[in-house]
């Protein structure tokens, strides 16, 4: 199977280039990390990130015939060839596939990403009904890959301003979960001609999304409760 | 050659589970904490738990901590240590309602409690039938718990050091650790962290195995770097053998799905495990449900084309619930095995998925080495989660238990920590030798010119252990393996990669690791070839019945001279009587 794939080392590469491959694989090589880990197999100077395999850990997003997505669940016969393969659009690239995602966290970080609420916890489990619970569902499974954030022209235009799509849903997951004391906060926090308000509802993030979450829904009901405090 | 120092009141290495708890509890108590990791927190492989952490919260029928303890020390197969899991049983629920208190994303029952679901070796009154015990955020627990740990972190200011690797520990003459050798991914960059206190928090090292649930980074770094130091590995024959990998790609199916109520099948359609274990069917513990799915498998009533795998059945539950508590099944089937779970049955295999041994530590964290019956504290030195053996898991783990003692033990070795280290006392000096060890290993990959490649030799590593050291051990191949084995461990002293670069030299990252793989293969080979009994997981084709009379004892491998030594197993708990080892039915 060809692939052409995105190299570049600062140790010894002017700059970047393509290189391209073409390996044999095995019956049993189904999913495209199964044939990056082949090529690096025969050629171990290409660096790229991985962990779970299985689509939970959100090590290995990269850039696949153009689109964001996560190597180990990305079916190499749905692949067109060559397949490829470049690093995260719109981050600094620390080599090959690999890219400095620092931007990237410090947009999560900046949202506060952890439950507020200073009321003394009960001796058991603060109560929240099932209904409630539910509304947890679509936000708390992000994995924090990164491949919404870097599809998406707002980020990559002010990646220092606006929070991105996976920052975003992360603020609306502890908006949305009732145990959270600190909505105002999180709301006044967003109200900012970038952080929340640079989303232009182009939806590439729900496309690559590779858990199927949908952060510009998460982001109109944010745009939702700005409105409603402001009347 | 001169390198960075930093000095910190306490170095954690690892950023699972157990690393986030203890960290955050060091970083709440105010102290100077360094989280080391290879992986961004959210990374590591507690991401992947999936069916639960298990409490005796008692939201759905009658539970309590003395069945749970029960429960612990049957599945341990009677070699647990009985304080130890008093311990752990009896701190379930706070660790939890903790939990939830951070944040922790939890299924409900319809009064709003914690959803709760039943697992395989978790019972009600000493084994009567399931109890549901396993608090679950739908089927993707660990994601839900390792992320609001991290987040918890955050809100702690706790300071991480993200893509360093650990090299090696650093020890004194005296025999104390004073901190480690780590090495940053980015740059290559070599540092020494001088700390009062080591917690190695470095998970399992499943990837010994070609067939494992067990992610990439799963390499048992913190197993290497403490036998290279001198320190021995417990109970390493120890490995459990999880009853549902997909079968071809390992990936983890939970026993949620079995608590759920699904079963299996072989290839006659029959739900085989009522023969096996006719009170608890498919809900008993795993070691007891892996090898009857071997034996379905070895007698020829597999399914598939060459009878190779078993059937889940699950469909009858209903696209409604599998959605709602198992979502993450439904997708892995989809992806891994190409069966819509909601209508067929998904291929199933055991599969290597966790390590019960580990570097020994009491139930405090703090680590020692074995002193005829007695326990010599390994000054500076502690140990949770995964790469621990407390023992609480002994011969055989129950499902839900894992992310129940890396809360437990997270935290309470982060609170001896606290209790034995003077913030105001200086640093002791360190040996003008602390960080020799890792730059000869590095000097070496540096300046091989030629060898084997890293990925040869490690396939032959994971081939070897998964022929000679699987659910069913043969004695003969047993010391065969071991030969290997040996052989293996000395092709790894002269692997060779051919990327020499400074910068995020992944290449060099496996070799390090092959390092502290091979170790514990070593090992677990030397330790279960000496084990003439079957307990556990531990099961041996000579010698098919538990021997209390003479292996009622833990092993301890030595990496010098591949030494074993043996300690008994402690059968007192805290408080309450000891439960005497029984015959084992489900």
Same mark, same amino acid.
């Given at each position: 199977?060809?692939?052409?794939?995105?190299?570049?080392?600062?140790?010894?590469?002017?700059?970047?280039?393509?290189?391209?491959?073409?390996?044999?694989? @095995? *019956?049993?090589?189904?999913?495209? $990390?199964?044939? =990056?880990?082949? !090529?690096?197999?025969?050629?171990?100077?290409? /660096?790229?990130?991985?962990?779970?395999?299985?689509?939970?850990?959100?090590?290995?997003?990269?850039?696949?015939?153009?689109?964001?997505?996560?190597?180990?669940?990305?079916?190499?016969?749905?692949?067109? @060839? *060559?397949?490829?393969?470049?690093? $995260?659009?719109? =981050?600094?690239? !620390?080599?090959?596939?690999?890219?400095?995602? /620092?931007?990237?966290?410090?947009?999560?970080?900046?949202?506060?990403?952890?439950?507020?609420?200073?009321?003394?916890?009960?001796?058991?489990?603060?109560?929240?009904?099932?209904?409630?619970?539910?509304?947890?569902?679509?936000?708390?499974?992000?994995?924090?890959?990164?491949?919404?954030?870097?599809?998406?022209?707002?980020?990559?235009?002010?990646?220092?301003?606006?929070?991105?799509?996976?920052?975003?849903?992360?603020?609306?997951?502890?908006?949305?979960?009732?145990?959270?004391?600190?909505?105002?906060?999180?709301?006044?926090?967003?109200?900012?001609?970038?952080?929340?308000?640079?989303?232009?509802?182009?939806?590439?993030?729900?496309?690559?999304?590779?858990?199927?979450?949908?952060?510009?829904?998460?982001?109109?009901?944010?745009?939702?409760?700005?409105?409603?405090?402001?009347? | 050659?001169?390198?960075?120092?930093?000095?910190?009141?306490?170095?954690?290495?690892?950023?699972?589970?157990?690393?986030?708890?203890?960290?955050?509890?060091?970083?709440?108590?105010?102290?100077?904490?360094?989280?080391?990791?290879?992986?961004?927190?959210?990374?590591?492989?507690?991401?992947?738990?999936?069916?639960?952490?298990?409490?005796?919260?008692?939201?759905?029928?009658?539970?309590?901590?003395?069945?749970?303890?029960?429960?612990?020390?049957?599945?341990?197969?009677?070699?647990?240590?009985?304080?130890?899991?008093?311990?752990?049983?009896?701190?379930?629920?706070?660790?939890?309602?903790?939990?939830?208190?951070?944040?922790?994303?939890?299924?409900?029952?319809?009064?709003?409690?914690?959803?709760?679901?039943?697992?395989?070796?978790?019972?009600?009154?000493?084994?009567?039938?399931?109890?549901?015990?396993?608090?679950?955020?739908?089927?993707?627990?660990?994601?839900?718990?390792?992320?609001?740990?991290?987040?918890?972190?955050?809100?702690?200011?706790?300071?991480?050091?993200?893509?360093?690797?650990?090299?090696?520990?650093?020890?004194?003459?005296?025999?104390?650790?004073?901190?480690?050798?780590?090495?940053?991914?980015?740059?290559?960059?070599?540092?020494?962290?001088?700390?009062?206190?080591?917690?190695?928090?470095?998970?399992?090292?499943?990837?010994?195995?070609?067939?494992?649930?067990?992610?990439?980074?799963?390499?048992?770094?913190?197993?290497?770097?403490?036998?290279?130091?001198?320190?021995?590995?417990?109970?390493?024959?120890?490995?459990?053998?999880?009853?549902?990998?997909?079968?071809?790609?390992?990936?983890?199916?939970?026993?949620?799905?079995?608590?759920?109520?699904?079963?299996?099948?072989?290839?006659?359609?029959?739900?085989?495990?009522?023969?096996?274990?006719?009170?608890?069917?498919?809900?008993?513990?795993?070691?007891?449900?892996?090898?009857?799915?071997?034996?379905?498998?070895?007698?020829?009533?597999?399914?598939?084309?060459?009878?190779?795998?078993?059937?889940?059945?699950?469909?009858?539950?209903?696209?409604?619930?599998?959605?709602?508590?198992?979502?993450?099944?439904?997708?892995?089937?989809?992806?891994?095995?190409?069966?819509?779970?909601?209508?067929?049955?998904?291929?199933?295999?055991?599969?290597?998925?966790?390590?019960?041994?580990?570097?020994?530590?009491?139930?405090?964290?703090?680590?020692?080495?074995?002193?005829?019956?007695?326990?010599?504290?390994?000054?500076?030195?502690?140990?949770?989660?995964?790469?621990?053996?407390?023992?609480?898991?002994?011969?055989?783990?129950?499902?839900?238990?894992?992310?129940?003692?890396?809360?437990?033990?997270?935290?309470?070795?982060?609170?001896?920590?606290?209790?034995?280290?003077?913030?105001?006392?200086?640093?002791?000096?360190?040996?003008?030798?602390?960080?020799?060890?890792?730059?000869?290993?590095?000097?070496?990959?540096?300046?091989?010119?030629?060898?084997?490649?890293?990925?040869?030799?490690?396939?032959?590593?994971?081939?070897?252990?998964?022929?000679?050291?699987?659910?069913?051990?043969?004695?003969?191949?047993?010391?065969?393996?071991?030969?290997?084995?040996?052989?293996?461990?000395?092709?790894?002293?002269?692997?060779?990669?051919?990327?020499?670069?400074?910068?995020?030299?992944?290449?060099?990252?496996?070799?390090?690791?092959?390092?502290?793989?091979?170790?514990?293969?070593?090992?677990?080979?030397?330790?279960?070839?000496?084990?003439?009994?079957?307990?556990?997981?531990?099961?041996?084709?000579?010698?098919?019945?538990?021997?209390?009379?003479?292996?009622?004892?833990?092993?301890?491998?030595?990496?010098?001279?591949?030494?074993?030594?043996?300690?008994?197993?402690?059968?007192?708990?805290?408080?309450?009587?000891?439960?005497?080892?029984?015959?084992?039915?489900?």
């Amino acid at each position: 199977m060809k692939f052409s794939i995105y190299r570049y080392n600062p140790d010894v590469d002017a700059k970047p280039r393509m290189q391209d491959y073409d390996i044999a694989l @095995e *019956p049993t090589d189904r999913m495209l $990390l199964d044939a =990056l880990i082949r !090529i690096k197999e025969q050629d171990d100077t290409l /660096s790229l990130r991985r962990s779970c395999r299985e689509g939970v850990c959100g090590s290995d997003a990269m850039n696949i015939n153009g689109k964001n997505g996560l190597a180990c669940i990305s079916k190499l016969a749905d692949l067109k @060839e *060559p397949v490829v393969i470049r690093p $995260l659009p719109g =981050l600094p690239v !620390i080599r090959d596939l690999i890219v400095d995602m /620092s931007q990237f966290f410090k947009q999560y970080h900046s949202i506060k990403p952890y439950l507020q609420n200073d009321t003394p916890p009960p001796e058991k489990e603060r109560l929240q009904s099932p209904a409630d619970r539910d509304e947890l569902n679509g936000l708390y499974e992000c994995i924090l890959c990164a491949c919404c954030s870097t599809s998406c022209p707002s980020f990559w235009w002010n990646p220092d301003k606006f929070v991105g799509p996976a920052g975003l849903l992360q603020a609306y997951r502890f908006i949305a979960d009732t145990r959270d004391l600190a909505i105002n906060e999180r709301l006044d926090n967003l109200e900012d001609p970038y952080r929340l308000f640079r989303c232009h509802s182009i939806m590439n993030c729900v496309d690559v999304c590779p858990k199927g979450l949908n952060p510009t829904r998460a982001i109109g009901k944010i745009k939702d409760l700005m409105v409603k405090r402001a009347v | 050659m001169a390198i960075a120092k930093r000095q910190f009141d306490a170095v954690v290495v690892g950023a699972g589970g157990s690393g986030l708890r203890a960290a955050l509890h060091l970083a709440e108590a105010n102290l100077k904490v360094a989280v080391l990791s290879k992986v961004f927190p959210t990374r590591s492989h507690t991401v992947a738990a999936q069916g639960g952490v298990a409490a005796s919260l008692g939201n759905d029928g009658d539970d309590n901590w003395h069945w749970h303890m029960f429960d612990t020390v049957k599945g341990s197969d009677y070699l647990g240590d009985q304080d130890a899991i008093e311990f752990m049983c009896r701190k379930a629920n706070e660790a939890v309602y903790e939990l939830e208190h951070f944040g922790m994303p939890f299924d409900r029952t319809p009064d709003g409690r914690i959803y709760q679901r039943p697992f395989g070796g978790q019972t009600r009154n000493y084994g009567e039938g399931p109890v549901k015990r396993s608090c679950a955020a739908a089927d993707r627990t660990g994601h839900a718990m390792l992320h609001t740990l991290y987040q918890r972190n955050v809100r702690a200011h706790t300071q991480f050091f993200v893509e360093w690797m650990a090299l090696d520990l650093i020890r004194n003459q005296a025999g104390d650790v004073l901190g480690v050798v780590a090495m940053e991914m980015e740059t290559g960059e070599v540092m020494t962290l001088q700390a009062k206190a080591t917690l190695l928090a470095t998970g399992g090292a499943g990837r010994i195995y070609s067939a494992s649930t067990n992610a990439f980074i799963n390499t048992g770094d913190g197993l290497g770097m403490a036998a290279r130091a001198g320190i021995p590995l417990e109970d390493m024959e120890f490995w459990q053998f999880h009853p549902t990998g997909v079968a071809g790609a390992g990936v983890l199916i939970t026993e949620g799905v079995r608590g759920e109520g699904g079963f299996l099948l072989n290839k006659n359609g029959e739900r085989f495990m009522e023969r096996y274990a006719p009170t608890v069917k498919d809900l008993a513990s795993r070691d007891v449900v892996s090898r009857a799915m071997a034996t379905e498998i070895k007698e020829g009533r597999g399914a598939g084309k060459d009878g190779e795998y078993i059937l889940l059945k699950l469909d009858h539950l209903g696209a409604e619930v599998i959605d709602k508590r198992l979502p993450g099944i439904r997708e892995i089937a989809m992806k891994f095995a190409n069966v819509d779970c909601t209508k067929d049955p998904i291929p199933v295999v055991p599969t290597c998925h966790y390590q019960m041994g580990g570097v020994p530590t009491n139930m405090h964290g703090q680590v020692y080495v074995p002193d005829g019956a007695n326990e010599k504290i390994v000054r500076g030195l502690y140990a949770a989660g995964e790469c621990s053996c407390v023992s609480v898991h002994g011969a055989n783990r129950l499902g839900t238990n894992s992310l129940l003692d890396l809360l437990v033990f997270g935290k309470s070795s982060a609170q001896q920590v606290i209790r034995d280290i003077e913030v105001d006392e200086a640093f002791p000096d360190l040996p003008a030798d602390a960080a020799d060890r890792s730059l000869a290993r590095l000097a070496r990959l540096d300046s091989a010119t030629s060898g084997e490649s890293v990925a040869e030799v490690g396939a032959e590593m994971r081939r070897t252990m998964q022929l000679h050291c699987g659910v069913f051990r043969f004695p003969d191949s047993l010391a065969d393996g071991v030969r290997k084995m040996l052989a293996v461990a000395e092709r790894v002293k002269h692997t060779f990669i051919k990327d020499k670069s400074k910068v995020f030299n992944t290449a060099r990252l496996e070799a390090l690791e092959l390092d502290n793989l091979v170790e514990t293969a070593v090992a677990t080979m030397i330790s279960a070839e000496a084990r003439t009994e079957s307990r556990g997981a531990h099961d041996r084709s000579d010698h098919h019945d538990r021997d209390d009379a003479n292996w009622m004892k833990h092993t301890f491998w030595f990496k010098d001279g591949n030494r074993l030594q043996y300690k008994p197993v402690k059968l007192k708990p805290l408080t309450v009587e000891s439960f005497q080892p029984k015959p084992r039915v489900y």
